[in-house]
């Protein structure tokens, strides 16, 4: 690529991005200076257009130095630019200074705007082989895939989140198999019921926020589970959902050894006006022995008109 050789300081390119002058900052992301093409590459993306992407998609592609391209392809997820797909598609296979994980992160502002995840078909195979690799780009094509949306991604995501056991790669797992919707039911279910604690907390989560009935059995087995947390996770997703076939199973969970779970079930039964609980609810408001307990009970009354 040619290289302008007239020096920008940084206020110059400040001003460049102030006046929107576009087609002199894609000349300083041409200037020999690294450091400039870095400031340019950032100030294109936040400037946007399509003399922008198509200067940060050139630099994606040519530029010597693997900073420039990281950030040229960290500036083409912020202009939104569908035209920079293939482009960014192109550069999941750069792995040199971690440029894949920034074209990841960038397909996955790309598709958080465009939702159309035919766009992304070819990313999306590549997203998913690229689960296997370091934790950092791991966490990129995670957060990407759950954007783009494609239900072919659940088993591998779903897959990643039950071998997983740092909490903010579940974090990140969980909120894209959300995104990514019904078609992450059956993996959830399986980690809900056969995963670690960690795992089937956030899976039992992950239920409830996707509301498909289809979990109800494995979320009215979940009731028993060893670990509290998935056993609250799990009630709150039932009452979420008003399944009504699990109000016996959360009837005996008002008996539960802790106090969270047994606020959990009466706020539940309370929202999904269960009225065959108002006697449990009742003696619970009366007799339970921590305070948390007795105020679910009471406010579960009221919502079920009775005083």
Not at 75 to 80: H, V
Not at 122 to 149: C, F, N, P, Q, Y
Not at 234 to 261: F, H, N, Q, W, Y
């Amino acid at each position: 690529m040619p290289l302008f050789q007239k020096d920008y300081s940084s206020d110059e390119i400040a001003q460049l991005e102030n006046t929107c002058d576009t087609k002199a900052m894609v000349k300083a992301l041409q200037h020999k200076d690294a450091d400039t093409r870095l400031k340019a590459a950032a100030a294109l993306g936040r400037m946007g257009g399509p003399e922008a992407i198509q200067a940060l998609i050139n630099s994606l592609a040519t530029d010597p130095m693997g900073s420039v391209r990281f950030f040229a392809a960290a500036s083409l997820g912020k202009t939104a630019g569908k035209e920079a797909i293939p482009a960014l598609t192109r550069a999941l296979d750069n792995h040199k200074d971690n440029v894949h994980q920034s074209a990841a992160q960038a397909i996955g502002e790309i598709a958080d705007k465009v939702r159309n995840p035919i766009l992304f078909d070819e990313a999306t195979r590549k997203l998913i082989i690229m689960l296997r690799a370091d934790h950092e780009v791991r966490e990129a094509s995670i957060t990407a895939l759950g954007k783009i949306r494609d239900p072919r991604a659940a088993q591998a995501v779903a897959a990643t989140m039950s071998k997983t056991f740092s909490k903010h790669q579940i974090r990140l797992a969980t909120e894209a198999l959300i995104r990514i919707g019904r078609p992450s039911v059956p993996y959830l279910r399986q980690i809900l019921a056969q995963g670690e604690d960690l795992n089937a907390i956030a899976a039992a989560l992950a239920l409830g926020r996707i509301g498909d009935p289809a979990a109800a059995p494995t979320l009215i087995d979940a009731l028993t589970h060893i670990h509290h947390e998935v056993r609250r996770q799990s009630v709150i997703a039932l009452g979420r959902m008003r399944v009504r076939a699990a109000i016996p199973a959360m009837l005996k969970t008002l008996e539960d050894s802790d106090a969270p779970v047994r606020v959990a079930v009466a706020n539940a039964l309370g929202e999904m006006q269960a009225r065959e609980a108002i006697g449990t609810l009742q003696s619970l408001a009366t007799y339970d022995f921590q305070a948390s307990v007795r105020a679910a009970a009471e406010a579960a009354l009221i919502r079920l008109g009775v005083e």
